[in-house]
């Protein structure tokens, strides 16, 4: 599939040529296809501030008018925390990767996590933490 860049912020999706239609793929300012930023927080189902969490990073994304598919993943045995890499409920990810990174570590289970905020250990940070975090990925403007 070849795509060329058009006027307006579009790009043609042209096929094989067996096809008779024309795909448009929505693209960035610099002519690249848009891709919706997957946002995923890691949870077990006895964390008491999963949803707080979910409910912050809901609102930042909001406030800073960011789209985000925002999945709730749920982490329900010692071994998906294994296979998932799981450091604590909650954990949040941008597309794959930890918005608050930890140290790797031999084994993961299930657990509560703990963030360092400005008013001290809490179970989930906070809106001005995740806003920064999302900053450091280029996804809102940087706080001078």
């Known amino acids: 599939m070849v795509h060329r860049p058009h006027t307006g912020g579009e790009c043609l999706a042209l096929g094989s040529g067996t096809s008779r239609y024309a795909v448009y793929i929505v693209c ?8 919706m ?9 006895g964390c ?3 949803l707080r969490a979910e409910e912050t990073l809901r609102g930042v994304l909001a406030r800073e008018g960011v789209e985000a598919d925002v ?10 925390a294994q ?3 799981f450091p ?9 990767e930890d ?6 570590r031999a084994g993961y289970a299930l657990g509560c996590r703990m963030y ?4 001290g250990l809490k179970g989930s940070p906070t809106a001005t933490m995740l806003r920064a975090a999302l900053a450091e990925h280029n996804l809102v403007p940087g706080v001078s």
């Open 28 to 35: 960035d300012e610099r002519g690249g296809a848009e891709k």
């Open 37 to 45: 930023m997957k946002v995923e927080i890691l949870y077990f189902e």
């Open 48 to 50: 008491p501030t999963y």
């Open 71 to 80: 999945e709730l993943v749920a982490v329900d045995t010692d071994e998906e």
């Open 83 to 85: 296979e998932f890499r």
């Open 88 to 96: 604590g409920s909650p954990t949040i990810r941008l597309d794959g």
């Open 99 to 104: 918005l608050f990174p930890v140290p790797e």
């Open 116 to 119: 360092a905020t400005p008013e």
